[in-house]
Nanobody, 123 residues
Framework: QVQLVESGGGSVQAGGSLRLSCAAS????????AGWFRQAPGKEREFVGT???????KYVDSVTGRFTISRDNAKNTVFLQMNSLKPEDTAVYYC?????????????????WGQGTQVTVSS
């Protein structure tokens, strides 16, 4: 079993940056893939990006070049660095983890989820 806790959300003006953290407990995080998803009010949960156990990453087109996912296996933590934020990035951001090391863009293929952290970008 893996427990995930996100932190680092908040309010920022357009063009600003935020760094989200996802701390895992319950087992080693090193061998699993992790992902970030987001859900805006009235919209479905959306894939943002993912990192596999080999640190390979993939992103949705709308954040490519602005967001970066990284991981610190020694600290059992995955990060989402968000730069050049736009109002349309406003959402609750969720961290997720899989029991396997390869990534997925599909939410239901993830086994564990955090509680979410709010990101609000004002224009």
């Amino acid at each position: 079993q893996v427990q995930l806790v996100e932190s680092g959300g908040g309010s920022v003006q357009a063009g600003g940056s935020l760094r989200l953290s996802c701390a895992a407990s319950g087992r080693s995080f090193a061998s699993v893939a992790a992902g970030w998803f987001r859900q805006a009010p009235g919209k479905e949960r959306e894939f943002v990006g993912t990192i596999n156990s080999g640190r390979g990453t993939k992103y949705v087109d709308s954040v490519t070049g602005r967001f970066t996912i990284s991981r610190d296996n020694a600290k059992n933590t995955v990060f989402l660095q968000m730069n050049s934020l736009k109002p349309e990035d406003t959402a609750v951001y969720y961290c997720a983890a899989r029991e396997v090391g390869y990534s997925s863009e599909i939410a239901h293929e993830y086994d564990y989820w955090g509680q979410g952290t709010q990101v609000t970008v004002s224009s």
